[in-house]
């Protein structure tokens, strides 16, 4: 059984006839108004030191040219232009309301020249083999209708000696820690999304798909059985979050 087939499962609408895709897609269109805030709002600004820490596997590798996968509104985009320089940054998501409000952030902060987000499916990225000197993803990996697909995608258009970084929610292990993320997440984390971004489903689905998707030594092996040759994992907050990272 592949490993994408468990998480593949978990949608936002059940009962839907689109395909996980689509419906990622229409949730995110839906909430990308109150997005940003709701990140921020519900780690307690932690996932800022996240992203930070994700970036820090680049540092050395001094990337020219890069691509973040399922950018959203193109924080982290923004974050690594700033913290990498490189010269250009592109990211991609399938999700246009979201871009649409990325845009107008990059064009508030003058960085059009340096960042640019377009319409892309990370299963059919639409540029050549190795193409970029790096790739991130933040907090979306869980989200793609085809996990290993997806995953090659980003392994192809990644230039020889190029790294992957890879940002994503894990279930934590250690008492009391487990019992609070749990409750936290499948109790507060909804009404919050109900409330403050109209979308009770999203928030519902954010959970489930965390619970479902591979982790620690299963993502691991997953990326190594892509093609990927060295691969490391670092757990975040008390596994809270995980940092992977995957060098072509």
Same mark, same amino acid.
């Given at each position: 059984m592949s490993a994408n087939t468990n998480v593949q499962k978990i949608v936002p609408f059940e009962g839907s006839k689109l395909s996980k895709k689509e419906q990622i897609a229409s949730m995110f269109d839906d909430?990308?108004?109150?997005?940003?805030? @709701?990140?921020?709002?519900?780690s307690l600004g932690i996932d800022v030191i996240w992203r930070r820490k994700a970036l820090k596997y680049l540092k050395s590798l001094q990337p020219k040219k890069m691509l973040d996968v399922a950018t959203g509104t193109g924080d982290f985009a923004v974050m690594a232009e700033k913290k990498l320089q490189p010269e250009r940054i592109i990211g991609i998501d399938i999700s246009e309301g979201m871009l649409?409000?990325?845009?107008?952030?990059?064009?508030?902060?003058? @960085?059009?020249?340096?960042?640019?987000?377009?319409?892309?499916d990370s299963e059919t990225i639409s540029f050549a083999d190795e193409t970029f000197d790096a790739i991130t993803v933040a907090f979306g990996v869980r989200n793609f209708e085809n996990l290993e697909k997806g995953l090659a995608e980003m392994r192809r258009v990644l230039k020889p000696g190029g790294k992957l970084v890879i940002l994503e929610f894990s279930n934590p292990t250690v008492f009391p820690i487990k019992q609070l993320y749990n409750s936290y997440f499948r109790l507060i984390v909804p009404l919050i999304g109900k409330f403050v971004a109209k979308s009770k489903a999203a928030y519902s689905?954010?959970?489930?798909?965390?619970?479902?998707?591979?982790q620690g030594e299963e993502m691991r092996t997953i990326l190594l059985n892509t093609g990927f040759p060295a691969v490391t994992c670092k757990t975040l907050t008390f596994g809270i979050c995980s940092i992977y990272c995957a060098t072509r």
């Amino acid at each position: 059984m592949s490993a994408n087939t468990n998480v593949q499962k978990i949608v936002p609408f059940e009962g839907s006839k689109l395909s996980k895709k689509e419906q990622i897609a229409s949730m995110f269109d839906d909430i990308a108004y109150r997005y940003d805030f @709701l990140n921020h709002f519900m780690s307690l600004g932690i996932d800022v030191i996240w992203r930070r820490k994700a970036l820090k596997y680049l540092k050395s590798l001094q990337p020219k040219k890069m691509l973040d996968v399922a950018t959203g509104t193109g924080d982290f985009a923004v974050m690594a232009e700033k913290k990498l320089q490189p010269e250009r940054i592109i990211g991609i998501d399938i999700s246009e309301g979201m871009l649409s409000h990325g845009r107008e952030k990059i064009k508030k902060l003058g @960085l059009e020249h340096k960042i640019t987000l377009q319409l892309g499916d990370s299963e059919t990225i639409s540029f050549a083999d190795e193409t970029f000197d790096a790739i991130t993803v933040a907090f979306g990996v869980r989200n793609f209708e085809n996990l290993e697909k997806g995953l090659a995608e980003m392994r192809r258009v990644l230039k020889p000696g190029g790294k992957l970084v890879i940002l994503e929610f894990s279930n934590p292990t250690v008492f009391p820690i487990k019992q609070l993320y749990n409750s936290y997440f499948r109790l507060i984390v909804p009404l919050i999304g109900k409330f403050v971004a109209k979308s009770k489903a999203a928030y519902s689905y954010l959970p489930e798909s965390v619970k479902a998707f591979p982790q620690g030594e299963e993502m691991r092996t997953i990326l190594l059985n892509t093609g990927f040759p060295a691969v490391t994992c670092k757990t975040l907050t008390f596994g809270i979050c995980s940092i992977y990272c995957a060098t072509r």
